[in-house]
Every structure is written in C-alpha cells, then in structure tokens.
C-alpha cells in the first residue's frame, strides 16, 4: 500500500471511498498531516478513522535531534521508518524560515569536498519522506514560536535530479494548495549538474529556482573535485542552465564553493566571469566546510573577497554565502555522519 504521506489528495479521497469515507475526510487528513501530525493525533476525524488510518504506513520521517545554534539555526538528525538518518537545517533569514532538506540517504555523485558521498549512496528518499522533514521542522519552528516554514532548499544530502521522480512528486505535495502548500517560488533545487535531467526539469515549468554547483572555472578543475564532470563537460552544463534561463525565464544560481589552492585565485574569477558573461545569473561564493576526511582547506577569507571583487568587476552578480550555526556542527552531511560514525552521544 501506498503510505500515507506519499498520497496525493485525488490518492487519499479514492482510498476515503474504498473505505466508505465521504470525500472531505481526505482534505482534514491532508491538512492534519500538514501540521506534522500523525494520523492519531487528528482530532476532528472520528476515532475509528484514526486508528485504521494508523495500521496503514505514514512513510515519514521523525526528529531524532535537534540542535539550536547560538544564531538562531536549527539542525536536525531525522530517523526514517526504516532507521536510516538524514540531515536537515532551519536558518532563519528576515525574509523568512528557510529549510533545508536532503533527498537521499548519502549521494552517489562522489563530490571530493562533500561528506554526504563518502560512502555513496543508501537509498532515495520517497516524497512523502521529504515532505515529513519539511512538517517536522515547521511544526517545531511554530511550536517554539518562531513562525512557519516559508522557503525550501534541496541543498541536503543527495542529488535531487538523481531522484527527479520522487524530488518532482514531493514538489507537487509541498505545494499542495490543502497542504502545507509553499510556493514553487520559495522553492530551490540544487544540482551537481545532471544536464539530460535539467533539460527535463525545464519542461516540467515548475517555477522552482535552479541552482548549478559549478565550483570550478573550466573542466580540469571541476573534473578534479566533481566526478560528474566527466560525464558532462562545463559548456554543455552551461547551455542546458542557459536552456533553463530561457525556458522558465527564471535567473539561475551558480554555487561556487572556494577551495584553497584549487580553484580560488583570480585568474580562476576572472574565467568564471568570462564563462558567465551576458548569463542571467547570481554566483553564490561559499567557504568550504572542512570534511575531516579530506585533505581540503577553505580558501583565506582575503582570497575569498578578491574572487568577489574580480567577478563583480566583470558584471557578474554575486554574494558571498553567510556562514551559519557552525557553533553545532558541520555541514554538509557531517552530522549524520558524525552520528554514524561515533554514536548519538557525539552528535
Ligand atoms: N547534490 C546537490 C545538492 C546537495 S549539496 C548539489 O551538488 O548541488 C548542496 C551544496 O553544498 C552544493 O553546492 C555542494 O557542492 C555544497 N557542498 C557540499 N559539501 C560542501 C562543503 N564541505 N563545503 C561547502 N559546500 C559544500
């Protein structure tokens, strides 16, 4: 059977008639679900409805640990049914909530700087997997009184577009109008850099931003920290982000982690620029989170300002990421895998 949170609505009226429910029932479930309940703790649905909808799995993820960060941050460690754990993050911006989730448990894309792939990819994650880190976290962030969840980034563990089927049908729940239903305009997606899929994305007229992870000028340097770079070469990354630009008429992202010695010089911003030239582009400049696995440095901080000032001297928009809540862990995928690796009383 289909679990609960997987279900579109149409899915969970069709399933309310097989059970000799009326319609509306599947609406209350819906927006029950919505405020991160479970299906026993939806009160205005009779109690013989609640407990046959709690024999049906829920597909869901539930908070396992939760870190608060002297800046506001939250991260969370989710437990998935099946006891796998994925990494989740609150950041709170003056615009609003901001949460970022992951759409796979580890990732097989191999990035040399990223902890997420340093043992490949476990699984996908299912829609409603996702959508229960999003309920999660917006039910704690309304309980502790810090309002709703307004935007969501896939900037998780895992490769979004290398689970496109599942990523594009988790879109569809957020958005649900009877849901939660956040705005494909508050929604980010980000890629390694899959081109076939970004074409695919582009048809699809979603209204999702794009993010690229370029982090590299040219080809030889990408290709020695991001395997996909192999498969697909800068110029066609480039011409399928153009692609997406003209095709959904929305700028796109490019994340430009600076790493020291590989591809954080001026000569390497001034190459970018040259790439980026006329794109209707924003480049997002981030300072490596150190992965105690690998040997990579984040680039000086002076290093970091003199890359900006050289792109921005070229025209090309572009911001240097904040960094946040380092004070209760690291980043990408390092607190599921310090979980995993020492044991809960670590993390
Ligand atoms: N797989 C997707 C989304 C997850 S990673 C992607 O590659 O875009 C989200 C962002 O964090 C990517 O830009 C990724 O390259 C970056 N990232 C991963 N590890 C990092 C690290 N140790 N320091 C800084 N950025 C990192």
Known sequence: MTALLDMTLPQLKELMQSWGEPAFRAVQITQGLARGEAPCEIKNIPQSLRRRLEECPLGGAKIHKKLVSADGTRKYLFMLEDGNIVEGVLMRYNYGNTVCISTQVGCAMGCTFCASTLEGKVRDLMPGEMLSEVLCVNRDAVQSGIGKVTNIVLMGSGEPLDNMDNVVAFLHLVNAPEGINIGMRNISLSTCGLV?????????????????????????????????????????????????????????????????????????????????????????????????????????????????????????????????????AGACGQLRRRYLKEGEEST
């Open 196 to 328: 076939d899929k970004i074409y695919a994305l582009a048809e699809l007229h979603l209204g999702i931003t794009l993010s690229v992870s370029l982090h590299a000028p040219n080809d030889e340097i990408r290709r020695r920290t991001m395997p996909v770079a192999r498969a697909y070469s800068m110029q066609q990354l480039l011409e399928a982000a153009r692609h997406y630009i003209k095709a959904t008429g929305r700028r796109v992202i490019f994340e430009y982690t600076l790493i020291k010695g590989i591809n954080d010089s001026r000569e390497n911003a001034a190459e970018l620029a040259g790439r980026l030239r006329g794109m209707q582009c924003h480049v997002n400049l981030i300072a490596l989170n150190k992965v105690d696995e690998r040997q990579l440095d984040s680039a000086e901080p002076v290093k970091m300002s003199v890359f900006e000032k050289t792109l921005r001297q070229h025209n090309i928009s572009c911001s240097v990421r904040k960094e946040r809540g380092s004070d209760i």
